[in-house]
């Protein structure tokens, strides 16, 4: 009868020693920082989550209030909506606006305080849109009346001439509006040259796509879908650029011509 004999694995005792837990201080010298090891200090305490603010959207915007700066918390909060009723119709203000018009019925209905911060910001308010009048007012003469002077200097030096160009500046001394329709320095210059030029080079497409669809259709061949495409493709091309000059206030041209 033969009889069968059960061995340790060949690393039993290898695996078994790793794996021994040390005692004392020689447990913290012994421990060493690895894969899923991670620093004591670090680790969650038992009993605590590891996302006290949860994962819902409401939790990670009062997680995000309570790290944003004060300043930055409360232009957040006066730029938020607040619902009115104004009659039947309804509609949405700004926080600033809302505080400011219950500030002004406050006013009206007697009280000392709301009327005279009320007042306080009206005149503050208007002392500084008639500095901003004046500032751009005294911008448009002295580009008009020295710009000769200073075009005139720059170019006897070998300099490119001054920006911004008098044709791009307008007073409207009616309603008091400033208004700037070009670059104010080199670089927004360049910008514009670039804009122009694609524009300029679109549009010569566009014409041709389209006296090829004319000649075409005029011979009994309508256009092609592709030719289609392609024409639809240059005219978006166009209405982003005119999008740029429009979002800049700036014309399809650069004042003073070639020497601008």
């Given at each position: 009868?033969?009889?069968?004999?059960?061995?340790?694995?060949?690393?039993?005792?290898?695996?078994?020693?790793?794996h021994?837990?040390?005692?004392?201080?020689?447990?913290?010298?012994?421990?060493?920082?690895?894969?899923?090891?991670?620093?004591?200090?670090?680790?969650?305490?038992?009993?605590?989550?590891?996302?006290?603010?949860?994962?819902?959207?409401?939790?990670?915007?009062?997680?995000?209030?309570?790290?944003?700066p004060?300043?930055?918390?409360?232009l957040?909060?006066?730029?938020?909506?607040?619902?009115?009723?104004?009659?039947?119709?309804?509609?949405?203000?700004?926080?600033?606006?809302?505080?400011?018009?219950?500030?002004?019925?406050?006013?009206?209905?007697?009280?000392?305080l709301a009327?005279?911060?009320?007042?306080?910001?009206?005149?503050?308010?208007e002392q500084?849109?008639?500095?901003?009048?004046?500032?751009?007012?005294?911008?448009?003469?002295?580009?008009?009346?020295?710009?000769?002077?200073?075009?005139?200097?720059?170019?006897?030096?070998?300099?490119?001439?001054?920006?911004?160009?008098?044709?791009?500046?307008?007073?409207?001394?009616?309603?008091?509006?400033?208004?700037?329709?070009?670059?104010?320095?080199?670089d927004?210059?360049?910008?514009?040259?670039?804009?122009?030029?694609?524009?300029?080079?679109?549009?010569?497409?566009?014409?041709?796509?389209?006296?090829?669809a004319?000649?075409?259709?005029?011979?009994?061949?309508?256009?092609?879908?592709?030719?289609?495409?392609?024409?639809?493709?240059?005219?978006?091309?166009?209405?982003?650029?005119?999008?740029?000059?429009?979002?800049?206030?700036?014309?399809?041209?650069?004042?003073?011509g070639?020497?601008?």
């Amino acid at each position: 009868m033969s009889k069968t004999f059960e061995t340790d694995p060949p690393d039993a005792d290898k695996e078994s020693e790793n794996h021994a837990t040390p005692v004392g201080e020689d447990a913290a010298d012994d421990y060493r920082v690895g894969y899923r090891r991670p620093p004591k200090s670090s680790r969650f305490k038992k009993g605590q989550s590891g996302n006290p603010f949860g994962s819902s959207r409401k939790a990670r915007m009062r997680q995000r209030q309570l790290t944003l700066p004060l300043v930055d918390l409360v232009l957040e909060n006066s730029q938020g909506l607040v619902p009115i009723r104004e009659g039947n119709r309804r509609s949405t203000i700004s926080m600033k606006e809302a505080l400011i018009r219950k500030e002004c019925a406050l006013a009206i209905q007697g009280s000392r305080l709301a009327l005279k911060s009320s007042l306080d910001r009206i005149d503050k308010a208007e002392q500084r849109k008639l500095a901003e009048v004046l500032e751009h007012y005294n911008t448009y003469r002295d580009c008009q009346d020295h710009y000769p002077a200073k075009a005139k200097a720059s170019l006897d030096r070998g300099r490119p001439l001054p920006l911004p160009h008098p044709d791009d500046l307008h007073f409207d001394y009616n309603t008091f509006k400033f208004k700037l329709t070009g670059p104010m320095n080199p670089d927004e210059l360049d910008q514009l040259k670039q804009i122009l030029e694609t524009r300029e080079n679109i549009m010569r497409a566009i014409e041709e796509q389209r006296a090829d669809a004319d000649e075409c259709a005029s011979q009994g061949f309508p256009i092609s879908s592709k030719d289609l495409e392609f024409l639809s493709r240059l005219e978006n091309s166009l209405g982003i650029l005119d999008n740029a000059l429009e979002k800049r206030g700036w014309l399809p041209r650069i004042a003073g011509g070639k020497e601008a």
